[in-house]
């Protein structure tokens, strides 16, 4: 459990940008949209949340704007920005590259000898 | 729906120390998910209370949160720090070129200095103004310790001779121009402190050493009654620790803004402050004994948390953000 927050922890921005790069969403619509894509593995702890998407606004990936949701109330929305969309491309490629290494590791002791 | 007075709310509005319109926009943001996920819980089949309860919970330590927030929003830009560490590094260039003794380089000085502080203050006060906005305070503070002299004189003058030296507007006008001064100074140091007192501690950085300067010119002023030759090597050697210990109050300023964490800010000026007045003493090798340098080294430390006293209680914190809030959501 400790390794998954670890790992969450270091994956917060790949998360959330991938999820914004769909469309425009606000805090808690975003937590819902990730429990559900994840099948409920990744849980993010609110408080956590809500400043990482200010700081990805104040480097200037996202830009947050307030808006009417559906059922009419007002929220927080936050929106990729171009320069957001090409750091997340940066990072999926890393993020891939990342994994293909500890799956290269990892695999040959996954294989159980015959 | 959430009562105002939430706790949570609360204390997250205490620990942002932020301006008054990112703390709204802070909190409106924290209450509007809270009123989802409560709504979320309601529709499960839990109680409001129950609802809200839970939902603040799994927002997790509202000191947690404000922290985060505050790292974020207080940490500056390069640009930013420069322009807030400028003023140190043209104070150091001024005695590193011993030109801080012309009338001209010191009066464009102060005028740069107090151009940038109105401007800034009119702006909406930019944190890389508040350096600048320090050396304007010195000229009060130099006009004080005259007017000050004035009044101290004529008290004398009076317990001795029993009349006063000098005529008796003058003394009215020096007690006017202290109360007036100090007033407008505190007004300005409490909207400064208002929001963080650090950075107003971060303001008057400077004024200890220039202090302690001030002080060891005034213990030696021997040393301008003696010969061309060593005036002008003692003054090099002054001048140049002088230049250094303002290129260190620059890179304490830099560190200040690029940092956001309001432990390390708080470490940084406590230990930049005392530290260059001990260098100052351990250079200048003056007549000031080491019992008075550490006095002079507590009392710096206190003048410069002295800001804190200006800090608004928790209490004003969340009702001026709530108030805020409030007018927000009925425009």
Redesign the interface.
């Known amino acids: 459990m400790l390794y998954r927050k670890e790992l969450l922890k270091g994956s917060t921005e790949t998360i959330l940008l991938s999820v914004l790069v769909v469309q425009p969403m ?3 619509q975003l937590v819902k949209d990730i429990s559900k894509k994840s099948s409920g593995y990744l849980n993010f ?4 949340l ?2 990482a998407l ?2 990805l606004e ?1 480097e200037k990936y996202l830009i947050g704007y307030w808006d009417t949701s559906k059922n009419g ?4 929305y936050y929106k990729i920005t171009t320069l957001g969309e090409s750091r997340l491309a940066s990072m999926l490629s890393e993020w891939n590259e990342f994994s293909q290494a500890i799956n290269l590791i990892a695999q040959p002791k996954l294989v159980k000898p015959s | 729906m959430i009562p105002k007075s939430n706790r949570f709310i609360e204390n997250v509005i205490s620990g942002l120390h932020l301006d008054p319109v990112q703390s709204t ?2 909190v ?3 209450q ?2 809270i ?3 409560a709504q979320d819980l309601v529709d499960q089949g839990i109680s409001v209370d129950q609802a809200l309860r839970q939902a603040t919970q ?4 509202s000191d ?2 404000a922290k ?2 505050y ?3 207080s940490r500056r830009s390069w640009r930013h720090a420069f322009l807030g560490a400028l003023p140190h590094i043209l104070l150091s260039l001024m005695f590193a070129l011993h030109v801080w003794t012309e009338p001209v380089i010191v009066a464009a000085m102060l005028g740069t200095a107090l151009v940038i502080s109105v401007l800034g203050w009119r702006a909406g006060r930019p944190t890389w103004t508040f350096p600048w906005l320090g050396y304007c305070i010195l000229i009060p503070l130099i006009s004080w310790g005259l007017a000050m002299s004035a009044v101290g004189y004529g008290a004398w003058g009076v317990l001795t001779r029993g009349s006063l030296p000098l005529d008796i507007p003058i003394y009215i006008v020096s007690l006017a121009y202290i109360a007036i001064s100090m007033w407008v100074v505190i007004k300005i140091a409490s909207r400064v402190a208002r929001n963080d007192w650090l950075m107003a501690s971060l303001t008057v950085l400077p004024i200890p050493f220039l202090a302690y300067w001030f002080l060891y010119f005034y213990n030696q002023q021997e040393l301008f009654n003696q010969s061309a030759n060593r005036i002008g090597l003692t003054l090099q050697e002054i001048d140049s620790t002088a230049a250094i210990i303002f290129l260190i109050i620059a890179a304490a300023t830099i560190i200040f803004f690029r940092v956001g964490r309001r432990a390390v800010r708080l470490a940084l000026l406590a230990i930049t402050t005392p530290s260059v007045v001990v260098l100052a003493w351990l250079v200048y090798k003056s007549g000031i004994g080491p019992l008075a340098v550490f006095a002079f080294a507590l009392t710096s430390i206190a003048v410069l948390m002295s800001p804190a006293l200006f800090d608004r209680t928790p209490a004003q914190i969340v009702r001026t953000a709530l108030e805020k809030l409030q007018i927000r959501r009925k425009s």
């Open positions: 606000y805090g808690y702890k609110e408080g956590t809500y400043p200010h700081r104040k109330q007002k929220r927080r | 926009e802070i409106d943001e924290l509007a998910h009123e989802d996920r799994e927002l997790g330590e947690a949160i985060g927030f790292e974020v929003h």
